[in-house]
């Protein structure tokens, strides 16, 4: 068997990175990360994570972009913020996964068929068409987009379930205001420019 | 602001319809009947701020900007709803660059917004602006001898709510003890249920609902009465694959608050949205019926 290096030199990282973070809303505390560990210790999905939050914070502040934005850990997220609140160093950990998901959207290096990265994006698509999410519309693209089209059969039970108990309409949801707030994303998009 | 507009979203009007049949009644029961803001727009959940957080915060600013012009704070009983309008009301009436673009933005499409609208969340009116005093006189049927496990979850009570503890909130468990229940102990009450990860990585949404449920079958509940639409969403569709899955029956009603709150006002049962329900409610009527002596 053969050693596998995982560690990186310093001239294999990405200098820029940390500073790219930072400059991204409600990153910019991230500096004063003292490795304490409470944000692992405190994430109920620490678990199923490659990297857990301390080591992201780590991971940031050396340059390890390409592990980072890579990671299962940021899709993981679910934003409950408990790693927020309880930080002694007041690091906005729920921001800064936000913002590592919107770089690694932007950057195209997230799992394209992910159902994660897939449902974000798809529940953002329908508010912006019709101002208003559709559950089942939401549900269905979802399956469409990532999970095997075939997934959608062994929902069908609970489908039933939800049918009969009136809380499942193919009704598409859409506000009067849709120009308005097409008008105002075009606005924000020009802005961006 | 005086008074309160409702802001639904989209769970209330879907899936988690019960959770407005039982809230308006309530509401209307202690003398303040809610009316919906018009042509509200969705508030984009995590979703919106994984992709894009500057149309993520101007999405929600038309939301308050209509709110603003009825004169009325908002109330949102979906935690999602609560937490996402309120991030972006704070970030929107803060002094960064891009909060001020987004509401030049906001103005050039009619939908201008000054800064004056507070977003509240139902328990929160309910405890401070009604007070407990007030709603337990005016119980008609206390729900004497039910166990209930107060599930708070994550985004109610984290990170901006100031009425609440974030890591062990009692909010809850004080108004449903008021108007005659038992809350147990529950250690899990603001454990994550996963949110969407229920629908995206079925197993990590299993293992995590499986924890809620156990955990409050262990303290011996007889429910679980929730503030959040996912949260009671997925506490109650997991149910029958944790059964089969982890060989272990924790099978249990998951109610909104309201629906529980609305019994004790004495509010018809056919009223509170008990139709919905997935899982048997039987346990529950008999432990009504027999009012506490087992």
């Given at each position: 068997?053969?050693?596998?290096?995982?560690?990186?030199?310093?001239?294999?990282?990405?200098?820029?990175?940390?500073?790219?973070?930072?400059?991204?809303?409600?990153?910019?505390?991230?500096?004063?990360?003292?490795?304490?560990?409470?944000?692992?210790?405190?994430?109920?999905?620490?678990?199923?994570?490659?990297?857990?939050?301390?080591?992201?914070?780590?991971?940031?502040?050396?340059?390890?972009?390409?592990?980072?934005?890579?990671?299962?850990?940021?899709?993981?997220?679910?934003?409950?913020?408990?790693?927020?609140?309880?930080?002694?160093?007041?690091?906005?950990?729920?921001?800064?996964?936000?913002?590592?998901?919107?770089?690694?959207?932007?950057?195209?290096?997230?799992?394209?068929?992910?159902?994660?990265?897939?449902?974000?994006?798809?529940?953002?698509?329908?508010?912006?068409?019709?101002?208003?999410?559709?559950?089942?519309?939401?549900?269905?693209?979802?399956?469409?987009?990532?999970?095997?089209?075939?997934?959608?059969?062994?929902?069908?039970?609970?489908?039933?379930?939800?049918?009969?108990?009136?809380?499942?309409?193919?009704?598409?949801?859409?506000?009067?205001?849709?120009?308005?707030?097409?008008?105002?994303?075009?606005?924000?998009?020009?802005?961006?420019? | 602001?005086?008074?309160?507009?409702?802001?639904?979203?989209?769970?209330?009007?879907?899936?988690?319809?019960?959770y407005?049949?039982?809230?308006?009644?309530?509401?209307?029961?202690?003398?303040?009947?809610?009316?919906?803001?018009?042509?509200?727009?969705?508030?984009?959940?995590?979703?919106?701020?994984?992709?894009?957080?500057?149309?993520?915060?101007?999405?929600?600013?038309?939301?308050?900007?209509?709110?603003?012009?009825?004169?009325?704070?908002?109330?949102?009983p979906c935690a999602?709803?609560?937490?996402?309008?309120?991030?972006?009301?704070?970030?929107?009436?803060?002094?960064?660059?891009?909060?001020?673009?987004?509401?030049?933005?906001?103005?050039?499409?009619?939908?201008?917004?000054?800064?004056?609208?507070?977003?509240?969340h139902p328990l929160?009116?309910?405890?401070?602006?009604?007070?407990?005093?007030?709603?337990?006189?005016?119980?008609?049927?206390?729900?004497?001898?039910?166990?209930?496990?107060c599930y708070y979850g994550?985004?109610l009570?984290?990170?901006?709510?100031?009425?609440?503890?974030?890591?062990?909130?009692?909010?809850l468990?004080?108004?449903?003890?008021?108007?005659?229940?038992?809350?147990?102990?529950?250690?899990?009450?603001?454990?994550?249920?996963?949110?969407?990860?229920?629908?995206?990585?079925?197993?990590?949404?299993?293992?995590?609902?499986?924890?809620?449920?156990?955990?409050?079958?262990?303290?011996?509940?007889?429910?679980?009465a929730t503030i959040c639409p996912?949260c009671q969403?997925?506490?109650?569709?997991?149910?029958?694959?944790?059964?089969?899955?982890?060989?272990?029956?924790?099978?249990?009603?998951?109610?909104y608050f309201s629906?529980?709150?609305?019994?004790?006002?004495?509010?018809?049962?056919?009223?509170?949205?008990?139709?919905?329900?997935?899982?048997?409610?039987?346990?529950?009527?008999?432990?009504?019926?027999?009012?506490?002596?087992?």
């Open positions: 068997m053969e050693i596998q290096k995982k560690v990186k030199y310093e001239e294999e990282l990405d200098a820029g990175f940390l500073e790219e973070i930072k400059a991204m809303s409600g990153c910019k505390e991230i500096q004063e990360c003292i490795q304490c560990g409470t944000c692992s210790s405190s994430c109920p999905m620490a678990v199923y994570m490659d990297y857990p939050p301390r080591k992201i914070i780590a991971m940031i502040k050396s340059g390890f972009k390409d592990e980072t934005l890579k990671s299962f850990t940021i899709w993981l997220c679910p934003s409950c913020y408990t790693c927020q609140v309880r930080c002694p160093s007041k690091i906005k950990i729920t921001d800064i996964m936000y913002a590592l998901k919107r770089k690694a959207i932007q950057e195209k290096v997230y799992p394209a068929r992910f159902a994660i990265p897939v449902l974000d994006k798809e529940m953002t698509r329908l508010i912006s068409k019709y101002g208003r999410n559709s559950e089942l519309w939401l549900i269905i693209n979802l399956y469409l987009k990532s999970h095997n089209p075939f997934g959608m059969l062994k929902m069908a039970p609970l489908g039933i379930k939800l049918m009969k108990t009136g809380r499942m309409s193919l009704k598409r949801e859409s506000i009067k205001g849709k120009k308005q707030l097409r008008g105002l994303l075009k606005a924000i998009r020009e802005d961006a420019q | 602001m005086n008074g309160y507009i409702y802001y639904p979203g989209c769970s209330l009007k879907g899936g988690s319809r019960h407005e049949e039982s809230i308006l009644p309530v509401f209307r029961e202690i003398g303040m009947p809610l009316l919906e803001l018009e042509d509200w727009n969705c508030c984009g959940a995590t979703a919106y701020f994984s992709v894009d957080d500057t149309m993520a915060a101007a999405i929600c600013g038309r939301n308050l900007s209509l709110a603003e012009k009825t004169g009325k704070d908002i109330i949102a999602g709803c609560y937490l996402t309008l309120k991030k972006s009301n704070k970030f929107l009436t803060s002094s960064q660059p891009k909060a001020a673009k987004i509401l030049k933005d906001l103005k050039s499409v009619g939908s201008e917004y000054q800064g004056k609208v507070n977003v509240k929160e009116v309910l405890i401070k602006d009604v007070g407990v005093d007030k709603i337990k006189d005016k119980v008609r049927r206390p729900l004497k001898g039910l166990k209930v496990a994550c985004q009570v984290r990170p901006y709510t100031d009425f609440d503890d974030p890591d062990y909130p009692t909010k468990d004080v108004l449903l003890e008021a108007v005659g229940a038992e809350a147990v102990k529950y250690s899990a009450k603001t454990r994550c249920c996963g949110g969407s990860l229920t629908g995206t990585i079925e197993e990590v949404g299993l293992r995590l609902n499986y924890i809620l449920l156990k955990e409050a079958k262990r303290k011996g509940a007889d429910l679980i996912l969403f997925n506490l109650e569709i997991t149910q029958s694959k944790i059964v089969s899955k982890y060989k272990d029956d924790i099978r249990l009603p998951i109610l629906q529980l709150l609305g019994l004790a006002l004495g509010i018809a049962k056919e009223d509170l949205g008990f139709s919905r329900s997935i899982i048997s409610l039987k346990p529950v009527w008999k432990k009504l019926e027999n009012g506490g002596t087992r």
